[in-house]
């Protein structure tokens, strides 16, 4: 059964927002998102495979009693990165920085293990995935032209690739018949 409702998953949005602020402060950009606002926006982006169960002792992750005496048991999560990206590039305050300070700390409240600089170079290849195929040959150049956007100068070829591979190792991009593609839902 899938549910829409990420109060399952122990996400702290106070805690959450108070860092997107001060990381937003520090970049010099704004976050102007309401904990309602984002709450509302993250269950329309994230849908969580749920099992009920009788048992406390079950595969999965086990979260609390439902008032019918069964446990719900939850088996995988579905994030939408397009909604989560699409929905952010329109409201107009949110900078490209602040996409990525948003989306580093929401991986973090879900105990996914992403750095902001990867979040940056999937970011840079989500953005340009739509004008250009992306290959082995314009692979780094793209990515060297977007990442000023999110914060960071020159970057060499080799930490690009790198950061390239590790993105392909976590599910967030995958290569088509030598087309590196970016992955738009990301399970865990």
Known sequence: MLERNIDLLDINLIQMKK?????SRFEDTLFDYSIDDMKAFLNEAIEIEVEETEDAKTRGIVKKKN???KYISIKNVHISMKIILEGLAL???MTPISIV???YNLFEQLCLDISRWQMSVYMSLYEARS????TD????GIIAGNIGKYGYEK???ADIMNTVNELYNMGLLDIDNGFYKV?????Y
Do not use: R, S
């Open 137 to 140: 040959e314009n692979l780094v």
């Open 67 to 69: 008032g019918t005496g």
């Open 91 to 93: 409201k107009k305050d």
């Open 19 to 23: 860092k997107i602020e001060k990381e």
């Open 101 to 103: 300070i948003f989306l």
């Open 183 to 187: 992955e738009e839902k990301v399970y």
């Open 131 to 134: 004008d250009i195929n992306i």
């Open 155 to 157: 970057i060499n070829a």
